[in-house]
């Protein structure tokens, strides 16, 4: 099916450890994204991409890492996990041009013990 | 003064009755204006998209913009149950390139 689809959906970690979200879309869009949200916070941006190999940090990028070396794929590492990181992921991905919507994918969500 | 602003409710309206949302942002740069509806434990999804001042209707939705009162406002005729969710409103800055998400107005619609 096209769409935006993120894996695993659930995740347990412990502190200290590497852990890699993906992201995969069928849509060719452009632009790619990696959010946080949290009770509190609303959604935050981590990174986004513009374009394979483009990538540029949003509002709270310590602590994590992208890579996009394809235009459907974009991983978002936590090199080092923390209990702070404990969070709902969501990736999302966007049109370019005049009508530029925004569609998220089902998100994972992410335990740091 | 936050991006964008939006009352967190929750909006508490009767089913069949009329729900109204409303988001006023700072970024007079923003072009294009989207609403998701987010239900508990679930992801954002676009409902509406508005992109020029005036009203624009889908189904039993209404979206309405005025760029000089920086407003943009959703409503919902005929509300149902299965509206009760979180309502974010997005402006998308064109000077800045990014979206700005408010935190959103949940919304409950009792039977």
């Known amino acids: 099916d096209a769409g935006i689809t993120q894996s695993p959906r659930y995740k347990i970690t412990e502190t200290g450890r590497q852990v890699t979200l993906m992201c995969h879309q069928t849509?060719?869009?452009?632009?790619m994204f990696w959010y946080r949200q949290d009770l509190g916070h609303g959604l935050r941006l981590i990174y986004y991409s513009a374009a394979a190999d483009i990538t540029d940090k949003g509002e709270v990028p310590d602590g994590y890492v992208v890579s996009r070396s394809k235009t459907e794929n974009f991983p978002l590492t936590l090199e080092s996990a923390t209990r702070s990181q404990t969070s709902v992921y969501f990736c999302a991905s966007r049109r370019t041009g005049e009508y530029n919507e925004q569609f998220f994918g089902p998100g994972t969500r992410l335990t740091v013990l | 003064q936050k991006e964008v602003e939006q009352n967190s409710g929750p909006l508490s309206v009767p089913e069949g009755a009329i729900a109204s949302l409303n988001c006023t942002y700072s970024?007079?740069?923003?072009?294009?204006f989207f609403w998701y509806r987010q239900y508990s434990g679930k992801s954002p999804e676009l409902i509406m998209s508005i992109y020029s001042n005036g009203d624009k209707e889908d189904g039993r939705f209404t979206a309405q913009l005025n760029k000089a009162s920086q407003y943009v406002s959703l409503l919902i005729r005929d509300s149902q149950p299965s509206d009760s969710a979180t309502y974010l409103c997005a402006p998308h800055s064109y000077n800045f390139n990014k979206f700005y998400f408010g935190s959103g107005t949940k919304l409950n619609v009792k039977p």
């Open positions: 970024d007079r740069g923003s072009q294009s």
């Open positions: 849509w060719s869009h452009s632009y």
